[in-house]
C-alpha cells in the first residue's frame, strides 16, 4: 500500500469515528484564510504566490483530536503536485489553569506527486503553552521534509496583546536537518495580528539564515506576508 492511500484511510478514519460519536462528545472547528504566500518554518511553498487554505478539526471532551487541513503549493512543474495535504492526531489538554500541553502526530502528504518522486512524511510535534502567550514547540522526524533523515525543529514563540484586537507575535526557531540534508537554519518571524469578529488579519515579517538559502535557494531568506483567516 503506498503513502498516498495509506493518507486516505487515515483521512477516511477521522471522518467515520466523527460521523459516530455523540453529537454532544464532539466538537467541530475549523478555518479557511487566503495568504499572499504560504510560508511554512521560513520559506515559502509557494514561490512567493497567494495561496488558498481550509483547516476542518474534530476534538473530544477527552482531549483528543483529529484535523486535516490543505493549501496550495508549488514546487515547480517537474514534481506535479500542487497541493498539501496534511492530516492530525493528537491530544491537547490544560492543566494548572496556566499551562497547556498538545501533542499530534501529523502526517504531510503531497497529492498528485509524480513517481518515483515521495515527498510525504510524519512529524512528532508536541507544544507546551503558558497563559495562552508563551510557547516551546519541538518537532521530530525521522524523515524530515521527506530527505530519509532525522529532522529535529524548535521554536520558542510570544504574544504581546495591545488591545483585546490587536497584539504582536514574535517566533525564533532552529531547524536541525543536518542529518538529512546536511545543513540546518535558524528563522525569525514578527507577526501584526488585528481580530475582527472571527477574522484575523495577518502581517508577517520573515527572515531565514543564509543556510536556509543554500538549502532552499528562491525561496527562503527575507519575506513579507499578508493573510486573512476566517475561524468558524
Not at 493549501?71 to 515547480?76: H, L, P
Not at 472571527?198 to 535557494?217: M, Q
Request: charged residues 20%.
Amino acid at each position: 500500500m503506498n503513502a498516498r492511500n495509506r493518507s486516505v484511510q487515515v483521512l477516511a478514519a477521522i471522518v467515520t469515528v466523527a460521523a459516530v460519536l455523540p453529537a454532544h462528545a464532539v466538537d467541530f472547528s475549523g478555518s479557511a484564510a487566503v495568504t499572499s504566500d504560504y510560508v511554512f518554518r521560513g520559506i515559502s511553498q509557494t514561490r512567493g504566490d497567494a495561496a488558498p487554505q481550509l483547516g476542518l478539526k474534530a476534538a473530544l471532551d477527552s482531549g483528543f483530536y483529529g484535523s486535516v487541513w490543505t493549501s496550495t503549493v508549488d514546487y515547480g512543474p517537474d514534481l506535479g503536485t500542487d497541493a498539501e495535504v496534511d492530516l492530525v492526531a493528537g491530544w491537547n489538554r490544560t492543566f494548572a489553569q496556566r499551562w497547556n500541553l498538545d501533542v499530534n502526530l501529523t502526517r504531510f502528504t503531497y497529492p498528485g506527486t509524480r513517481e518515483p518522486a515521495n515527498l510525504d512524511y510524519n512529524e512528532v510535534i508536541a507544544t507546551l503553552t503558558l497563559d495562552s502567550r508563551w510557547w516551546a514547540m519541538v518537532g521530530w522526524s525521522e524523515n524530515a521534509l521527506a530527505s530519509r533523515g532525522r529532522g529535529v525543529y524548535v521554536e520558542l514563540g510570544a504574544k504581546f496583546p495591545v488591545t483585546d484586537a490587536f497584539r504582536f507575535e514574535t517566533v525564533a526557531a532552529h531547524y536541525d536537518l543536518d542529518e538529512g540534508l546536511g545543513k540546518s537554519y535558524g528563522r525569525a518571524q514578527l507577526s501584526a495580528v488585528y481580530t475582527l469578529n472571527k477574522v484575523d488579519l495577518r502581517a508577517s515579517g520573515h527572515w531565514t539564515s543564509d543556510s536556509a538559502k543554500t538549502l532552499f535557494p528562491g525561496v527562503a531568506g527575507s519575506r513579507f506576508e499578508a493573510s486573512a483567516t476566517w475561524n468558524f
